[in-house]
């Protein structure tokens, strides 16, 4: 308030010195006049910055040890012109202006303080492959760590999220920040068709060396299995035989049925050049229609599905394939191939790209699973084959224990 009092004083008393002599000496007694007005007209400007250094600095108010009441009741009558900066001020000071002294001077207001930005809370990216590349407004923002990535220090405003991976189609998401508040976006992309389909035939290209198919024909392969035959039929009820399981490629496949003695009893023989299944038993043998039925199916499912013969069958067919794209860490890998019969898939180990099952799902609501662990590398043959039709409730299952063959 001193200060602004101060201020207001001085404007008044440089107002007044510049009213006209007619003006003031209305204001005044008339024997006053005279003398007032040219009072009044000879007052100096107020003082400015350079000329109240000077000031300071002759009047040797540092080193001086008389008093500065008569600077300071000078400068009172003139005023001061300027609003002092803080490096004025320190100028000033140093040059010996006493505190009483820059009390007078008007201090220039500081700049406001601009306001503090404000930000959103953390935006979470969640991802699918799990080391994509994120992006946000078009800057690489980094790779995720298992399928997530956290970002802060961003405006409150819409902010676009890319994420992009090698063998992928990127995928762009916008999400609206508000200051203050978290946020979530979950991106999955879709392998690109084009990389998925040349995966797709590398690993196909691997299965064929695997199964020695040449392309042309059927590879040698000649084994023979023993297990159990499990088959589960409309009223749940399950018979199980003993059986062989005798691999003559690139002839024919054939599934004898033992005895308790292990003797031979009934046999079923596809014969892949007349795709055609034949039947027969030993002549003390009555055939069981049952049997006879069963055991045809499940040997010419079998011969369809045996993985030398699907895989002549593929190079033979128009075939869409599709694998997953390099660098993918998934076991078993899988190969997925679709033709007009069906659809199949490969599930491949992935440092052997041997099979650890195969299975099969046709139009006619069949499905074939084999399974391939357990086996020593030299055989490539199912431990496991599972026959499910779903339309007839039933179920075929060969359990193998024992592999004897040469590749």
């Known amino acids: ?5 101060y201020v207001i004083g001085c404007s008044v008393a440089i107002f007044v010195s510049a009213l006209p002599a007619t003006a003031t000496e209305n204001a005044q007694p008339k024997s006053r006049r005279s003398t007032a007005a040219v009072k009044q007209r000879q007052l100096p400007p107020p003082i400015g910055y350079d000329e109240l250094l000077t000031i300071i600095r002759d009047a040797d108010l540092k080193n001086s040890i008389v008093s500065p009441v008569g600077i300071i009741q000078s400068i009172r009558q003139r005023c001061i012109g300027f609003a ?3 490096e004025q001020l320190q100028e000033l000071r140093n040059a010996g202006a006493p505190d009483e002294l820059l009390l007078l001077i008007p201090k220039t207001a500081p700049f406001p303080e601009p306001p503090k930005p404000r930000y959103s809370g953390v935006l979470t990216i969640n991802c699918s492959p799990a080391d994509c590349n994120v992006f946000v407004n078009g ?3 980094g790779k995720a760590t298992n399928g997530v990535f956290q970002i802060s220090g961003l405006r409150p405003e819409e902010t676009w999220v890319e994420v992009r991976r090698d063998g992928y189609k990127s995928s762009t998401e916008s999400v609206f920040l508000e200051a203050d508040k ?14 998925a389909e040349r995966a797709g035939i590398e690993l196909l290209l691997h299965l064929l060396r695997n199964f020695g198919v040449s392309g042309a024909a059927l590879g040698s392969n000649s084994l023979v299995a023993s297990g ?5 039929v409309n009223a749940g009820e399950v018979v199980q035989r003993d059986v ?3 691999i003559g490629l690139p002839d024919s496949i054939r599934v004898v049925t033992l005895s308790g003695g292990r003797k031979r009893q009934c046999a ?8 055609a299944v034949e039947f027969g038993c030993e002549a003390r043998k009555s055939p069981d229609e049952a049997l006879k039925h069963e055991l045809e199916r499940c040997t010419m499912m079998l011969a369809r599905h045996y993985p030398s013969v699907v895989l002549e069958s593929l190079l033979a067919s128009k075939v869409r394939l599709s694998g997953p794209v390099p660098g993918t860490l998934a076991s078993p890998v899988l190969l997925r191939a679709v033709t007009s019969e069906g659809t199949w898939q490969f599930g491949l180990n992935k440092d052997s790209y041997r ?3 195969i299975a099969f799902t046709g139009p006619d609501n069949v499905t074939w699973t084999g399974e391939y662990a357990g086996y020593q590398d030299r055989f490539v043959f199912p431990h496991k084959i599972v026959i499910h039709d779903q339309a007839n409730k039933s179920k075929t299952e060969f359990s193998f224990h024992r592999v004897d063959g040469k590749r």
């Open 1 to 5: 308030m001193r200060h602004i009092a």
């Open 84 to 86: 002092g900066t803080p």
């Open 139 to 141: 800057r690489n923002r």
């Open 182 to 195: 978290p946020a979530n976006v979950q991106i999955s992309l879709n392998p690109d068709p084009v990389v």
């Open 228 to 232: 159990v035959l499990s088959l589960t």
């Open 244 to 246: 062989l399981v005798e």
């Open 268 to 275: 079923a023989t596809y014969k892949l050049s007349a795709k």
């Open 355 to 357: 099979p650890d099952w």
